[in-house]
């Protein structure tokens, strides 16, 4: 699996941005889908994750800091994750990296994910 990201950017205090991830070589659904970010100085952390809990249904899980203001979403005819970023806000600065595991259920460990795509950058201005 190939996963090339896009999307980032630099808006103000309070803008939005929507990421995107699209995949290639091979079918898309059944995979845990996440997005990461490390800002400037920072470890790697989790962001979002659209978990596969089998079949066709899917979960999405965020972390503490980006809950109720990042919605993530997949299109699985088109191969893409997307990550909608509303209200951001300037420690949101950093790469941002989907990520990709075969697998049922969830995991926030970055080594848990053996597909990773480039990083995008958002920078957000106060």
């Known amino acids: 699996v190939q996963l090339q990201a896009s999307g980032g950017g630099m808006v103000q205090a309070g803008g939005s941005l929507r990421l995107s991830c699209a995949a290639s070589?091979?079918?898309?659904?059944?995979?845990?889908m996440a997005w990461f970010r490390r800002a400037p100085g920072r470890e790697r952390e989790f962001v979002a994750a659209?978990?596969?809990?089998?079949?066709?249904?899917?979960?999405?899980h965020y972390a503490a800091s980006v809950k109720g203001r990042f919605t993530i979403s997949r299109d699985n005819a088109k191969s893409t994750v997307y990550l909608q970023m509303n209200s951001l806000k300037p420690e949101d600065t950093a790469s941002h990296y989907c990520a990709a595991v075969r697998r049922q259920g969830l995991t926030t460990t970055d080594d848990d994910y053996n597909y990773w795509g480039q990083g995008t950058l958002v920078t957000v201005s106060s």
């Open positions: 070589g091979r079918t898309f659904g059944g995979f845990l």
């Open positions: 659209d978990v596969w809990l089998g079949g066709s249904t899917y979960w999405p």
